[in-house]
């Protein structure tokens, strides 16, 4: 996914930008990246971060920047933030997001002459050098920003950098949260609201869905309002955010809570112990175990010294791999035991069919699996949740096209969401057996809704059942091209 943090300040402002940018980094693996504005004028330093912690990489370079107004990001894929000349002056940038008409884009910009594209992702366009192409169509940067993104098919939440102050965008629907924090000397922009509260921060604003606004040490200024249709990620929730964030006024923690606690109403099973997939599945784990009034055990433990996130490298094998290096089995806790294993979800499955076979190695008697969110069924349109190149990465979709064959409806795909339905538990039967579970039940997408506590409306759940995508909707404040 990716997040970033801004800050503007009266004072010296390097090491609130080097801590902010690095409380971000659970959310993207390949990239870091800061800029500055200070007496040569900007500066920047990016770094790949797969292998070595943000902060190991950047300390020297945060040594020998300087300035009063910066941002940094951590990114799952291209290198940012990104230094751009135009006929708006000099400026740095950073987005959060995704272009799903990228091709059309560029090649529109070809078409017209006079376009070259610098930075390449791979093989790929830079999306962040893409979107500040689009900005530099218009006359000033707030007017390209909103053209931007009209656009752009997909989610895009940018922050860009002048010698003066910051711009924040949030993306049109609020897929993803952006927020304000101040104090006497300026304020900061951030993804995560918990990022700047050790920097001595404190709330001043939570942007809405589309809002632009313009930050410098004198105050907050809005340069778009908010719109009033919004498509918050629930993944944010279940899965990203880091356990102190909250988004809409909601707390990570605290949902995940919840959200074991209804898993746990519906669940007739009686384990010896419950436990989470380490990080995510904990607190839904706790939850879970406080309602049941099973223990809550940990017969794994997460190997944190040298291990990140299990996404972290692009290749699914290598990590599969991680995944499996980082738990090491606590035999006491499994040997004869019947265990309740809560994740956030499975998306192929690859992984957790191993934790499972770690598990019966170590002498579980039985595997019991509560994915903490309702089956996958559409890869993510918005954010890049689940890397997907074709939606047959996921096994609902494996096992569906095993039982429909290749041409399915979406018709038939609603019938495979509906948790009451003949083909929706044949389907889960199935993830059972191929994953070797003793019982599979997953999450309902009611039951989810109704753990985060924000009117289904406002939630983006595209990856369950397709609801969330606004390409038809006129509620856009940036009035988005169809």
């Not at 690095?22 to 993207?28: A, E, K, N, Q």
């Not at 940067?141 to 003066?164: F, H, K, N, W």
């Not at 934790?355 to 008697?365: F, P, R, V």
Request: glycine share 10%.
């Amino acid at each position: 996914m990716g997040g970033f943090f801004g800050v503007v300040s009266k004072k010296e402002c390097k090491y609130d930008l080097f801590f902010g940018t690095d409380y971000h980094s659970h959310l993207g693996t390949r990239r870091g990246g800061m800029a500055m504005f200070g007496s040569t004028g900007f500066d920047r330093a990016i770094h790949n971060i797969q292998n070595s912690p943000f902060r190991t990489k950047f300390e020297r370079d945060v040594q020998e920047f300087d300035g009063k107004i910066g941002i940094g990001c951590i990114s799952d894929y291209e290198p940012q933030p990104l230094l751009i000349q135009s006929h708006l002056g000099s400026f740095a940038i950073t987005t959060v997001g995704k272009i799903n008409n990228s091709d059309e884009l560029i090649s529109e910009a070809f078409s017209k002459g006079g376009t070259q594209f610098l930075e390449m992702s791979g093989s790929n366009v830079n999306p962040t050098e893409l979107v500040a192409s689009l900005i530099n169509k218009r006359d000033s940067i707030p007017e390209g920003i909103e053209y931007a993104q009209s656009v752009i098919d997909g989610s895009m939440s940018i922050l860009v950098m002048t010698d003066r102050g910051l711009y924040a965008a949030r993306d049109l629907y609020g897929r993803t949260p952006i927020v304000i924090g101040g104090k006497e000397d300026g304020y900061c922009v951030s993804f995560e609201s918990f990022a700047y509260i050790n920097l001595g921060y404190s709330d001043k604003k939570e942007l809405g869905p589309g809002e632009i606004v313009y930050i410098t040490t004198d105050g907050i200024e809005t340069i778009r309002k908010a719109g009033d249709t919004m498509k918050i990620c629930t993944f944010l929730w279940i899965y990203y955010g880091y356990p102190t964030s909250s988004y809409e006024g909601i707390n990570v923690e605290t949902m995940r809570y919840e959200c074991g606690r209804r898993l746990a109403q519906r669940d007739a099973s009686g384990p010896d112990i419950v436990a989470g997939v380490p990080d995510s599945g904990t607190a839904h784990a706790i939850g879970y175990a406080n309602e049941s009034g099973i223990p809550f055990a940990r017969p794994f433990i997460k190997y944190t010294p040298t291990w990140p996130r299990s996404f972290m490298p692009t290749d699914q094998s290598q990590r599969n791999l991680i995944a499996r290096m980082k738990l090491v089995p606590v035999d006491p806790l499994i040997h004869g035991k019947s265990l309740l294993l809560i994740d956030d979800s499975i998306v192929r499955g690859t992984q957790l069919r191993e934790t499972t076979e770690l598990l019966y190695k170590s002498g579980a008697k039985e595997v019991h699996i509560r994915p903490a969110c309702p089956p996958l069924l559409y890869g993510c349109r918005f954010l890049n949740f689940s890397r997907s190149n074709s939606e047959y990465d996921l096994i609902t979709r494996r096992i569906i096209r095993e039982r429909e064959g290749e041409n399915v409806s979406d018709e038939i795909l609603s019938d495979y969401s509906d948790p009451d339905s003949a083909n929706y538990n044949e389907m889960v039967d199935e993830i059972r057996k191929k994953l070797n579970f003793t019982s599979l039940k997953f999450h309902r997408l009611d039951d989810m809704v109704d753990s985060v506590g924000l009117d289904k409306e406002k939630l983006c759940t595209y990856c369950w059942d397709k609801k969330g995508d606004c390409r038809s909707c006129n509620g856009c404040p940036g009035g988005r091209k169809k």
